[in-house]
């Protein structure tokens, strides 16, 4: 795992939109994982400025959603649809029919799951997931105690997820307590990861992502077991590290490392 600590949130958003960069540069057809919430906004800010001002193209690129909450539709202010378009579909080039997104409203949730896995595997797997986390560790809304392997399934959020998530909703009664969202298992066959945090909300979770146990307790943490894991955090999600200076020695001293 690499562990990348920018100054703030702003040189965060940018670092990991260069991952992006990167991998579309490599791979312009790549399978991109999306994550909402609002620590990925600066990232899609900057992708889209990337794409309108430097011609970074989407234009062969697929992406998979990690989630959704059940029973809001497509256009509800709070679906995870809306906010994707919102902030990043409606701005770029991706071919509409290359973005897949759980639905919260199908009739037939297993089979829905079974269809969502099967459509990643048609489409070679998932080059880049772009993941946040919640602040009991969550990701994607693989709450505390999901199973490691766990794949595309239902799942009821925590009492700490829905608090959190209240502050979009006008009444906390209104947080749909349900969600669609990929396995940890279906994360993990992602070629790449990238977790983004930011703020010392985060500096528990981050820490526990980093250098914690590998527990299901802290969905996160099986990001340790991925061959190729990036963390970008601002200095406020990384107040928690205790190895903190290591992981900046690293990065200081990148440039010169042999190559691999
Ligand atoms: C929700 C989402 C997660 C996200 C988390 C943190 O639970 N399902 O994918 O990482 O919120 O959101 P935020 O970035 O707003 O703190």
Redo the contacts with the bound molecule.
């Keep these: 795992m690499e562990v990348i600590i920018q100054p703030d949130y702003e040189a965060m958003s940018k670092a990991a939109a260069q991952l992006v960069v990167d991998v579309l540069n490599t791979k312009p057809n790549a399978v991109l994982g999306m ?7 600066g990232l899609y800010l900057e992708l889209v400025r990337l794409h309108k001002e430097e011609e970074l193209d989407f234009s062969r690129v697929t992406t998979f959603n ?2 959704e909450y059940v029973g809001l539709t497509v256009n509800h202010p709070q679906s ?1 649809h809306h906010f994707m378009n919102k902030h990043f579909f409606e701005h770029v080039n991706i071919p509409r029919h290359n973005i897949n997104i759980p639905s919260g409203t199908t009739s037939n949730y297993p089979a829905f799951c079974a269809w969502f896995e099967q459509r990643i595997a048609e489409c070679g797997g998932i080059d880049l997931q772009i ?5 009991d560790g ?4 693989n709450e505390p105690t999901s199973s490691l392997s766990s794949r595309t399934r239902l799942k009821t ?1 925590s009492k700490q ?1 829905i608090d ?2 209240a502050r ?1 909703f006008d009444r906390r009664e209104e947080v749909p307590i349900y ?1 669609i ?1 990929m396995g940890v298992g279906t994360i993990l066959e992602a070629k790449k990861l990238m977790l ?4 010392t ?2 500096a528990w979770a981050i820490a526990q992502t980093v250098e914690g146990p590998v527990t299901s307790m802290v969905t996160a943490s099986a990001i340790q077991m991925h061959p190729d894991a990036k963390v970008f955090v601002d200095a406020e999600a990384a107040s928690e590290l205790r190895h903190r200076d290591y992981y900046e020695f690293i990065y200081n001293a990148k440039p010169g490392a042999p190559r691999t």
């Design positions: 994550a909402t919430g609002s620590t990925p906004l990690l989630d995870y993941l946040g986390v919640g602040s969550h990701i994607a809304f959020l997820t959190d998530n979009f969600a969202t983004m945090a930011s703020g909300a985060k």
